[in-house]
């Protein structure tokens, strides 16, 4: 089925380990965007990219690493994991960057403990 | 980008009409309004967005003041699946956006 993947659903980290939350998309958008989303507040974006080998900053860019080799994944790292990025983790992709006709996964759930 | 104000929570009978306004009185004459919605625990998923006119969808309406200063969203017919968190964004036409999300609208649908 067409649509944005997310893989894992779940993640528990310890403090200062590093991981990568995958994400992928089967429709060809160009635009793709990652968000976090902390208990009872909307979305932040962090990174996002408008094609392949082009990224750029979000409102939260700390602490996370992207890269963009191919249309289809658009990977999240995180560095050296902190309790404070214990969040609900989004990837959204997109045809145009320009608002409308996101389509965005299901979700990782990441605990830094 | 424009700021949005919405109000925090809404309640709305099953079957009956759900309006719900968004207040973006600094909107500029290059931005669109966009509203997405999020069902718990879910991805947020787009309902509509508009300029200028009043646009429909299958979805929803949607229906923008002449001084576009405010809009509303309709849901004519509201089901218990519709009870989401209700998005409303303001976006400049060019250039590659960044979707910023605000704290929405909590709407409830009774039975």
């Known amino acids: 089925n067409a649509g944005v993947t997310q893989t894992p659903k779940f993640q528990v980290l310890k403090t200062g380990q590093s991981m990568t939350l995958q994400c992928a998309q089967d429709m060809n958008h160009e635009y793709m965007s990652w968000y976090r989303q902390d208990p009872g507040m909307g979305l932040r974006l962090i990174h996002y990219?408008?094609?392949?080998?082009?990224?750029d900053q979000g409102e939260v860019p700390n602490g996370y690493n992207v890269s963009r080799s191919t249309t289809e994944d658009f990977p999240l790292r995180l560095l050296s994991a902190a309790p404070s990025q214990t969040s609900v983790y989004f990837c959204?992709?997109?045809?145009?960057?320009?608002?409308?006709?996101?389509?965005f996964g299901s979700g990782t759930r990441l605990t830094v403990v | 980008d424009a700021k949005t104000t919405q109000p925090p929570s809404m309640d709305c009978a099953e079957g009956r009409a759900a309006n719900l306004p968004c207040n973006h009185s600094?909107?500029?004459?290059?931005?669109?309004v966009y509203w997405y919605r999020q069902i718990h625990s879910q991805g947020p998923q787009y309902i509509i967005h508009?300029?200028?006119n009043n646009e429909t969808n299958e979805m929803a309406s949607l229906i923008i003041t002449e001084d576009r200063k405010s809009s509303t969203l309709i849901l004519p017919h509201a089901t218990l699946r519709d009870t989401a968190v209700y998005y409303c964004i303001v976006l400049k036409i060019q250039g590659a956006q960044k979707l910023v999300f605000g704290q929405g609208t909590r709407l409830t649908i009774n039975p």
């Open positions: 508009g300029l200028k």
């Open positions: 990219s408008v094609g392949a080998g082009i990224t």
């Open positions: 600094t909107i500029s004459g290059n931005e669109y």
């Open positions: 959204a992709s997109s045809y145009s960057p320009r608002g409308w006709g996101y389509t």
